[in-house]
């Protein structure tokens, strides 16, 4: 079967800003250990492998809506360590939403939180997807609001309105 490009994608461009930093500054970090591993290879060894451990699993987020499904995607640099959740609308009953990061104020915040993580103001926005059988699969994205709307607006339109979506957005940035 031949799959079909996406009707919508979206990701979060401080998430994949961060996610690229991050590869960038371990990649530095394991060159660093390589040109002085002759010093003392036992522990340089141990921090190699901790930060192949740390290139491995980075990844940041993406939504792929499509006409009869929408995919979670948690994507790394090699398609080895990137993950696809796969839910058809048939599959599923409601869609809830937490929507916390939206506009410029919530962009600057995730900035600061990206380069200052001690200062917590790192806000995730949550969703879960209730599936037909009462399981539910719930996810965090810094994916904005406005992209998340749009993913849950294409939703309910692709589903004939059969999916429930209920939004949540806490003023928590004022």
Known sequence: MIESKPK????SDIDKL???FRYFFF???FAYFISIFYQNSILFSIFLIIILFFLFYSRYNQIKVYSEKIEIVKK???NLNT???TFYFDQISAIDATLRIGGTKGAFIQLIGVFRPSVNLIS????SIVLNDGKKKSFST???NEDLLKVL???KRFSGNRIKVTVAQPNLLD
């Open 8 to 11: 919508l994608k979206v990701e």
């Open 18 to 20: 961060a996610f690229y």
């Open 27 to 29: 990649i530095g970090l």
């Open 76 to 78: 790394g640099l090699l």
């Open 83 to 85: 993950s696809i959740e």
């Open 124 to 127: 995730w926005n949550e969703y």
């Open 142 to 144: 810094q994916i904005e």
């Open 153 to 155: 607006e294409l939703i």
